[in-house]
């Protein structure tokens, strides 16, 4: 039997791109099973004062549909 896969895209947050990236697929995993890949498709500093506070990533991740 073939495999679908199903595309989703989210945003995250994270103190670094690395941790928001797990963040994502983290509380992603509570709702969506079988994710399969993700692809960080944009980042973005967040910034106050002058200082960089954190991280926004736009991710698309990849899943197997039953």
Known sequence: MAKVAKVIE???????????VQNGVK????????IKGAWVQDTKAMVED???TGYRV????TFVVN
Not at 10 to 20: P, V
Not at 58 to 61: A, E, F, G, N, S
């Open 27 to 34: 509380e992603a995993a509570k709702s969506i099973r079988d």
């Open 50 to 52: 002058g200082k960089v």
């Open 10 to 20: 989210l945003i995250a947050e994270g103190d670094t791109i690395e941790k928001a």
């Open 58 to 61: 736009t991710l698309k991740l």
